[in-house]
């Protein structure tokens, strides 16, 4: 599975952003697509997930705010970011949960996108 985020850029604080991912390869064993971010200096952090289900789940600090959304159509998940915060600033990356199979024993794996720049300004 290959993963190509964009949606990055500078934006003022109480301002909104979205961010685009598209898988290609093995879509078929991908579970769940997700976003991470990590700030400077800080470790990296899941901001938002959804699983094949449709099933979400948020960062405390980003719920009410962010929204993750899915088109299996065009294999792309999005995280639309609103009311961005200073402290929202970050490298984002988005992951894709796989599960496939090799000689019958099931395989798990997370992969990753390239990250994409955000920069909220006060």
């Known amino acids: 599975v290959q993963l190509q985020a964009s949606g990055g850029g500078l934006v003022q604080a109480g301002g909104s952003l979205t961010l685009s991912c598209v898988a290609s390869?093995?879509?078929?064993?991908?579970?769940?697509l997700g976003w991470y971010r990590q700030a400077p200096g800080k470790q990296r952090e899941s901001v938002a997930d959804i699983k094949r289900g449709g099933t979400t789940d948020y960062a405390d600090s980003v719920k009410g705010r962010f929204t993750i959304s899915r088109d299996n159509a065009k294999n792309t998940v999005y995280l639309h970011m609103n009311n961005l915060k200073p402290e929202d600033t970050a490298v984002y990356y988005c992951?894709?949960?796989?599960?496939?199979?090799?000689?019958?024993?099931?395989?798990?794996?997370?992969?990753w996108g390239q990250g994409t720049q955000v920069t909220v300004s006060s």
């Open positions: 992951t894709a949960d796989s599960l496939s199979w090799t000689m019958g024993t099931p395989v798990a794996e997370r992969h």
């Open positions: 390869g093995n879509i078929a064993s991908i579970n769940g």
